[in-house]
């Protein structure tokens, strides 16, 4: 089980430092969460719904940042063509979802921090869209997905509502490399 918690804490602390790296966009979060919320002391799961660009700022991390950049590891049951590749049975395959969040042919600016790509788009983290499949897709798609709410939207939410991040004064925002 410790391992989908940490799943979790890591895609907040990405999300963070992605933000920390990018303050326009962690203001805009932090705006859109204020104005919600109000006086109120905190974020609750009823309330993430009505947070489209912290959806956004989820996606984005989760694209440039897979938790799994290869997934889980399969082996293929029975012989397939994909693509014109023909793959023998008892293949053992890994999708790099890591390049597929990066691949130009599907992303403009692939490089680039930007919640605002989602804004008005369908894409979603659901396995619907194989350019953004950080949970997998198929039978086989992450159980937990839906726990991602309540672990990584809420609690990010939150730290976006009580506190301002930066980095400590000795790093500055574009020295920090990000690359796995
Ligand atoms: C941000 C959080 C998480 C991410 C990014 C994530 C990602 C993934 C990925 C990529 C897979 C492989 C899917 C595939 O091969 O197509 C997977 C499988 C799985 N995940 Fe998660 N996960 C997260 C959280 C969780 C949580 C919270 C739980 C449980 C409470 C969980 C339970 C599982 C299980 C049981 C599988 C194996 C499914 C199978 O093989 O049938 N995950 N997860």
Request: proline share 7%.
């Amino acid at each position: 089980m410790a391992q989908f918690t940490n799943t979790s804490a890591a895609a907040v602390v990405w999300a963070l430092t992605h933000l920390m790296k990018n303050p326009r966009s962690m203001e805009k979060g932090q705006e859109e969460i204020r104005s919600l919320i109000g006086t109120k002391g905190f974020v609750d799961e009823d309330d993430t719904p009505k947070l489209p660009h912290l959806k956004a700022i989820v996606k984005e991390t989760m694209r440039l940042q897979p938790i799994a950049p290869l997934l889980v590891p399969r082996e293929t049951t029975a012989e397939c063509i994909i693509d014109r590749y023909e793959i023998a049975a008892k293949t053992l395959v890994y999708v790099n979802a890591w390049t597929i969040g990066r691949d130009p042919e599907a992303w403009n600016n692939p490089e680039e921090f930007d919640p605002d790509r989602f804004v008005g788009s369908c894409i979603d983290l659901k396995g619907q869209h194989y350019e953004l499949i950080p949970f997998g897709a198929g039978r086989r798609i992450c159980p937990g997905m839906l726990m991602r709410i309540a672990t990584v939207d809420l609690s990010l939410a939150n730290l976006l509502y009580k506190f301002n991040w930066e980095m400590p004064m000795v790093i500055k925002g574009e020295d920090m490399d990000l690359d796995w």
